[in-house]
């Protein structure tokens, strides 16, 4: 099938769901607004009108919010999904298995610490709404090994039966689902074209880079790993970085040397804040990415861009409307404060 | 052409006796079963009080469902794992209805076998875990078959570690690029498609660091005894004889069973038979209601099997009470199930009326119309002896060959009845040049074709509006039957604006003059709209309506609209049948005319062939489909509620080989 026809429905469905993503303008109401509820009534009056839907506005923790605002991005996703068929339908799949990834930690963390927590599946974006996997079998499991007993015959149970050996820690665990999850993205590129595999690999690629920077330099700076661990636990997708660059960075001396190393390269501009940068690290990399990202729509039409694409976006509009009420919880800044904690530049 | 007659059957009896009658009554196979609790609690089981039910009486007040029999259902468990070791299909086992072992009689015997057979599934479960177990180690041990040294010296090395993993692919990647920072010596012995097989070893006082950059990178280590005895090669020769060893026990082990088989086989399939039998008899039972003595069982059967079910119950007739009731006399709440009687040609018919839907107990049965009125319609959509001889042989085949008496059934009527049109309208396999039509070429006069499908239609639809009639009488329903727009006066309206239109466009004048015409017409159709006061003003009955006065009138209004519209598109619906008589003929035109541009007299027959083989298929699919339409649509929303209950006596089932007609197609 040609893309002109694969793509030839959902490309305008995407144009669409576009469309109704926040303006700028909706960004400086929301600012302005003084309490959650507000805020939320505002919400109610966009594209995120069902989100809330039968919330006690008494009651809106704020856990309860972002699941509901994850869902909301699941649900679009699983819209798309249904323009496509075979291949196609798989990789979207695999996009939404980053919801389930992140549900297992919640999972695996409860079965550790916090039983209560997840007695019903609202505390899960993913499992137990979406999916294959059974929450009931998930959440009833003792401990650790039973609950990857649980997940045979999952994409995830080869990547965690060596951790069933011995006492391993959380972090290992959760560090390991999240490179589980990168290489079976990794794997199911070869559901797209060839061209498409490329394109893809090039967000990626730029987002991996980023992903490895931040982990190393915080792994240096403030839990002081390693350098092997530095090292086996970065992704290896090469973007600009490859293995050779990254293990040179895990194995200099500190951060300073990371600094250096990075000195010439695109990524520099996270490391020339020298008051900032701890602060803005994150921010800095998201609003990188967001604008390279609509880059990359420019340049593309009719392919699988324009999906991955607008999913990001969504998740960075979803992130900032969690910054915003998160203000208002936690700091009531000014909107020109808070303004600078937003992946959109307004 | 009926809606079998059915009674209410109530048996009382001893507890002693409930598996007897239940046997009994799967037996005779047309008990309908009905929830016994249900009954009683609704007050339909009813009892004349005699001092010989006096017993049965006082316990009424106590009774409770049945109790699941633990027991029994144990044993059919035990059963079915013997029929799965002894594999047998169930479908192939018949019911012996003279043995009276019941499950209970023959429990001994499938306990002694079942043991048997669960003491060899068991060693077998074993012996196959050893042998996989002894398949892996020989494996890992292969990786090391180059090394001469005993195996327990490498394990008990004072100062390093030997080890054996796994890693992933993609991170035996990563540790290459960081061999270098590795405080030891990694060797990978074999690359997998997933996994990669590395031998690690370590100074012992180094392994904590190493553990932790292997803990990063998923290593998974092989299980391997340390105490095996000998070198790699050494041991694998071991694990070979160990494997042939188990492998004989393994045989032997097949080979007992194979022996059991043979000895019980005729056994378990008797038990098999029981278990069916069981089964059936615990569908009754799951209805029943028992006290501690008694027993009560409800159910329908066909009035004509009474006497039949007297005669099986004859032994325990002295302590069993049995009635039989009238459904007039059981509560309105219980409908009967329905079972449709028609003759031979007509029963595959039955399957088009249940698609839509299984006619009420007190519904007219629609089976003979539709049969009849269906074949009209697809022979003169589809008129052709020839494609009709095909569909007639298929259909023969079908019901013969395939077990599908239903559809094979239906495709001889079409087949017999297309033969009948292909006559009249003169066409064999198309071609029109062989024999005369004995009617109409449809083609020579498509307008004579369009009106009489019309007529056709305007002959059915009245017969639809009787048939409403008739089940308004049957339900003693005035409201319907007389002022409904499907009643009479729906029919009188119909009529009379037909005649009307008829007179005036065909001699241009009117029957009676214009306004007493528009006055006929608009009083029935008002008369349709206060239906529902008016019948109950004439049964004196209060209230008059059953909703808001308001909302009555704006419903019957939008009703009007709908009793003309449906009334115009119900007749002109049927134009399709000439429409499609047409389209018939034209089709195979356009085939001729592709044969007449070929030459050579094969490629001109191929042409004509194909032209069958579309013909057959496409429009045959077509106008299947559209007398379908035209029986559900057109005809059946005027008078067809198919609300019925279907009866499902509970019966000892034919296999499949030998199914007659029940069922759908």
């Known amino acids: 099938m040609s893309n002109a026809v694969r793509y030839a429905a959902v490309d305008t469905k995407i144009r669409a769901l576009e469309g109704r993503l926040l303006s700028d ?10 309490t959650v509820p507000d805020i939320i009534h505002y919400l109610e009056q966009t594209d995120y009108r069902h989100v809330f839907a039968g919330m006690d506005e008494q009651s809106l923790h704020r856990e309860g919010i972002e699941v509901r605002l994850r869902r ?11 323009y496509f068929r075979g291949n196609y339908s798989k990789f979207l799949s695999v996009l939404l298995m980053r919801f389930e990834v992140e549900d297992l930690k919640i999972l695996i963390r409860a079965i550790h610490t916090d039983r209560d927590y997840i007695d019903s599946p609202h505390a899960l974006v993913y499992i137990g709404r979406y999916g294959d996997l059974d929450f009931q079998r998930l959440s009833a499991s003792g401990s650790f090994p039973e609950l990857v007993e649980h997940l045979k015959g999952t994409p995830y149970y080869r990547y965690l039966v060596p951790l069933t050996q011995g006492e391993k820690s959380r972090f290992q665990v959760e560090m390991s689902l999240d490179l589980a999850y990168v290489s079976i993205f990794k794997r199911c590129l070869e559901l797209l074209t060839r061209e498409e595999q490329q394109k893809v690999l090039q967000i990626t690629g730029i987002k991996a880079d980023l992903q490895n920077l931040q982990w190393i330099y915080r792994g240096k700076k403030f839990y002081h790993l390693p350098p092997d661990i530095l090292l086996n636990y970065s992704i290896s997708f090469g973007g600009r970085l490859d293995n050779a660059a990254i293990r040179e960075l895990c194995y200099s001396k500190d951060v300073s040397g990371v600094a250096d190393h990075l000195k010439e390269s695109r990524y520099r501009f996270l490391f020339q804040h020298d008051r900032t940068r701890d602060l803005f690290m994150e921010r800095r990399i998201s609003r990188y990415l967001y604008y390279r990202l609509l880059e990359f729509k420019r340049k593309s039409s009719m392919d699988i861009v324009a999906i991955i694409v607008y999913f990001d976006l969504l998740d960075f509009e979803i992130r900032d ?3 915003i009420m998160e203000n208002i919880r936690y700091h009531n800044e000014n909107p020109d404060q808070i303004k600078r904690y937003l992946i959109r530049e307004l | 052409m009926a809606v079998e007659r059915m009674k209410m059957l109530n048996i009382i009896g001893h507890l002693e006796d409930m598996d007897f009658i239940a046997r009994e009554l799967v037996l005779l196979g047309c008990v309908h079963p009905v929830n016994a609790l249900h009954e009683i609690n609704s007050n339909n089981f009813t009892i004349s009080t005699t001092v010989k039910n006096m017993d049965a009486l006082m316990d009424v007040g106590f009774v409770k469902p049945y109790q699941k029999n633990q027991e029994a259902d144990r044993i059919a468990g035990q059963i079915n794992t013997l029929l799965e070791a002894f594999e047998l299909d169930r479908d192939d086992i018949t019911v012996d209805p003279k043995s009276k072992a019941g499950l209970r009689g023959i429990a001994g015997d499938i306990g002694d076998i ?25 494996e890992h041990f292969g990786y090391l078959a180059g090394l001469d040294f005993p195996w327990q010296d490498l394990m008990e090395m004072e100062n390093f570690d030997f080890r054996v993993g796994t890693f992933s692919r993609e991170n035996t990647v990563k540790l290459r690029t960081n061999y270098g920072n590795i405080p030891a010596i990694v060797y990978p012995v074999k690359s997998g498609k997933e996994r990669d097989v590395v031998v690690t070893i370590v100074p012992k006082t180094l392994t904590v660091e190493l553990e932790r950059i292997y803990s990063a990178l998923g290593y998974q280590s092989l299980q391997i005894p340390h105490e095996l005895k000998g070198t790699p090669a050494q041991i694998i020769q071991d694990l070979e004889e160990k494997e042939r060893d188990r492998m004989a026990q393994l045989k032997a082990c097949e080979e007992t069973m194979q022996k059991t088989r043979e000895e019980y086989g005729p056994l378990v399939r008797r038990a098999c038979g029981e278990l069916i039998l069981y089964e059936k008899m615990k569908e009754i039972n799951n209805e029943t209601a028992c006290s501690n003595d008694f027993f009560y069982m409800a159910g329908w059967i066909p009035a004509g099997e009474k006497k039949r079910l007297e005669a099986r119950l004859k032994p325990v007739k002295e302590r069993t009470l049995l009635f039989c009731k009238d459904p007039e006399q059981v509560d309105k709440s219980v409908s009967p199930p329905t079972r449709l009687k028609n003759s031979g040609v007509l029963r595959p018919f039955e399957a088009l009326v249940r698609m839509y839907g299984t006619p009420s ?8 119309f539709v049969a009849l009125s269906y074949m009209v319609l697809f022979g003169a959509m589809f008129g052709d002896v020839g494609q009709g001889l095909v569909f007639f042989l298929a259909g023969l085949i079908l019901a013969k060959w395939k077990s599908r008496p239903n559809l094979g059934g239906v495709f001889t009527g079409m087949g017999i009845s297309s033969m009948v049109f292909g006559v009249l309208y003169g066409s064999v396999f198309g071609l029109e040049n062989w024999i005369p039509p004995l009617l109409i070429r449809p083609m020579d006069d498509i307008t004579t074709m369009l009106f009489a499908a019309i007529g056709l239609g305007v002959v059915l639809l009245s017969i639809a509006y009787l048939f409403n009639i008739w089940n308004a009488i049957r339900r003693m329903d005035l409201e ?14 119909f009529w009379t604006l037909l005649i009307t239109v008829l007179l005036y466009f065909q001699k241009g004048k009117l029957p009676l003059p214009m306004p007493v015409i528009v006055l006929i017409l608009a009083g029935l159709l008002i008369l349709t709209v206060v239906k529902e006061p008016v019948a109950n003003l004439l049964l004196r009955k209060k209230p008059l309506y059953r909703e808001r006065v308001s909302d009555y009138y704006i419903e019957g209004g939008f009703g009007i609209l709908e009793t003309l519209l449906s009334m115009l598109s119900n007749t002109i619906s049927f134009v399709r049948v000439g429409a499609f008589a047409l389209n018939h003929v034209g089709l195979f035109l356009a085939f001729r005319t592709l044969s007449e541009m070929i030459r050579n007299s094969g490629g001109k027959a191929v042409v004509l062939i194909i032209g069958n083989i579309v013909i057959l298929g496409l429009e045959g699919l077509i106008v299947f489909i559209q007398g379908l339409r035209l029986e559900y649509y057109e005809l059946f929303s005027k008078f067809y509620d198919g609300a019925g209950i279907p009866y499902h006596p509970v019966a000892l089932t034919v296999p499949r080989k030998r199914r007659t007609s029940t069922g759908s197609f």
């Open chain 1, 25 to 34: 303008t909706d960004y400086n109401v929301l600012l302005e607004k003084q």
């Open chain 1, 72 to 82: 909301y991005a699941v649900d679009k996703l699983i819209r798309l999904r249904h």
């Open chain 1, 321 to 323: 409307i969690i910054t």
């Open chain 2, 114 to 138: 079942y043991q048997k057979v669960e003491k060899c599934r068991k060693d077998t479960e074993s012996l196959n875990g050893e042998l996989a177990r002894n398949r892996e180690l020989k």
């Open chain 2, 361 to 368: 107990y007190n519904e007219a049965d629609p089976t003979v």
């Open chain 2, 480 to 493: 319907e039957g007389l002022l409904g727009q499907n009643g009479a006066a729906g029919l009188l309206f």
